[in-house]
């Protein structure tokens, strides 16, 4: 990017290490010119960047994971800086972050799992996959989370790519996990789990489902786990859909039917689907012990141990932020003043991660647009006090560790999950 001598220096803070931050950091390095620059400094409340790659895409899924090549790239320029380790509203208030800098980004994402509001959701055995997909993916705040795995029935809730991706790493032979990043506690559970019949279950028809066709396409290509759709279910949806069904539902409807026909396998394993299925209450005295179900035959209880609920996600709060309905209260990305937001925590959660980059574009080219001379009034480094940050170096570190740690092994990272040995791995060793 060419640079004028006499171009205007923008200070720009994105807050969250996450795609949509790095799709943030890109878009305004794209739209640096002869009079106009920016030095970027992202803000990450964990150890590690990445957000979602690191710890929520599935760790089956690794091709969805070389995303962080592109983010990596978008770090290694000089103009950007990375402040991991660091809470903004805790450590730092987010006005102070305002005062700093010409702009600051909300790329906080939506963290916390939306609940059923059922009776029994308390329950030891209930879990949110906000909870369960950061404790297979050794996110550092949930490793000790109990995740009973010892009765031989799960039911996941809900009927989109998470729930999908929750079902299908409780029904996988644990071995094929081996070659992935699968946080080794987990691996370990995965190994000694009894759980052999996984449930999903969609409150409405198949012609409904938020499942995408590729996840669903990929299914009857599991080698050890038998997937189970009813036929008469899937074609009762082809005929609600009608002539002319939208051009995603009909892509859905056709994977759906293709597994409804797949020859039958002798698995130990099985998936099976089930739509129309309203939760109602989750039974169970001290832990989950079923699931009352409202359908169009009656209500149906399946018996289980474990329930996990993936019905959605809202955005943890920022003091200083707005928020309403789980997200910042915004216009088209500008919250107020010189702050913006974007991803996650803007739109709420959808999309697939490439739906950030166009949306962060489009934030940024309005950011700019504001933006009219740069204020020189420091930068985030004047806020830290005693905060142990790991910088873009020390990020290099633990990356090359955990992938070093991993080859042994053919899996593309050992993950380290402790906040202790991460900040061991960055060279922040306390003697
Ligand atoms: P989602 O796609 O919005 O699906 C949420 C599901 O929860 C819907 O089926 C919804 O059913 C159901 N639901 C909501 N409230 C419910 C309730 N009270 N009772 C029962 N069911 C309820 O959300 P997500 O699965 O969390 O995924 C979030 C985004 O990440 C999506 O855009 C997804 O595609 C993306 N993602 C992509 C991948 C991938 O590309 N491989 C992987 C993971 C996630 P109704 O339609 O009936 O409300």
Redo the contacts with the bound molecule.
Sequence with gaps: MSKGVDSLKFRVAIVGAGPAGYFAAQALQNLANDDRTFEIDMIERLPTPWGLVRS???PD?PK?KTVSKVFEKIASQESFRLFANVEIGNDIAIAQLQEKYDAVIIATGSSLG?T??IPGEGLRGSLS?ATFVPWYNAHPDFVGVDTPLDSDTAVV?????????VARMLALEPSELDPTDTADHALDAFKKSNIRKVYI????GPE???F?S??LRELPKLEHTNVVMQKGDIEAAIVRAGDAPEKDVKSNLDAMLLIAENPKTENDRTMEFLFQH??QQILGTDRVEGVVYSTPNGDVTIKCGLVIT????HAHGIEGVPYENGKVVNTDGHVNGNLYVVGWAKRG?????G?NKSDAAAVMQLLVEDLKSPKNAGDISELLTDQVVVTQKHWQKINEAEVEAGEPYGKPRKKSVLREDLLNLAGHAKN
């Design positions: 929520g895409v599935a899924h969805i939306k059923l509001g996959a809730i809900g009927a989109g790519n998470v729930a999908m991706d279950s969609a409150r409405r409904h489902a938020a995408t590729p996840e309203t939760p993936a019905i959605g996600y959660p959808s999309g697939v991660i739906t």
